[in-house]
């Protein structure tokens, strides 16, 4: 089991940027997929982005593609999320997230191991 730990969240205004960081131990982290979700109160958990385990493959969620950006360091263990052009409904807890594969997709299914989340808040 890989523990994963998030950090980065915090409070911005609408337009600003945050960069959330993962860090993953216990596992090994490259031979998997990453991905990022996000759950705001009273809504389901909403995929965000995932990277394969090379970093060559990206997918986001329709709702952020064009203004996140996923990537990861392999030789440190670690996948981050750029957050651009912040809206007020991207207000969320984020949580980072290890696939089953070297490739995942889009359901919470596709992954086993979770951080316990990061808060974004942005104010309009």
């Known amino acids: 089991q890989v523990q994963l730990v998030e950090s980065g969240g915090g409070l911005v205004q609408t337009g600003g940027s945050l960069r959330l960081s993962c860090a993953a131990s216990?596992?090994?982290?490259?031979?998997?997929?990453m991905g990022w979700f996000r759950q705001a109160p009273g809504k389901e958990r909403e995929f965000v982005a995932m990277?394969?385990?090379?970093?060559?493959?990206?997918l986001y969620g329709q709702s952020v593609e064009g203004r996140f950006t996923i990537s990861r360091d392999n030789s440190k263990n670690t996948v981050d999320l750029q957050m651009n052009s912040l809206k007020p409904e991207d207000t969320a807890l984020y949580y980072c997230?290890?696939?089953?594969?070297?490739?995942?997709?889009?359901?919470?299914?596709?992954?086993?191991?979770w951080g316990q989340g990061t808060q974004v808040t942005v104010s309009s």
């Open positions: 997230t290890k696939g089953r594969r070297t490739i995942a997709a889009t359901q919470p299914s596709d992954y086993d191991d």
């Open positions: 990277i394969s385990r090379s970093g060559e493959m990206k």
């Open positions: 216990g596992g090994t982290f490259s031979s998997f997929a």
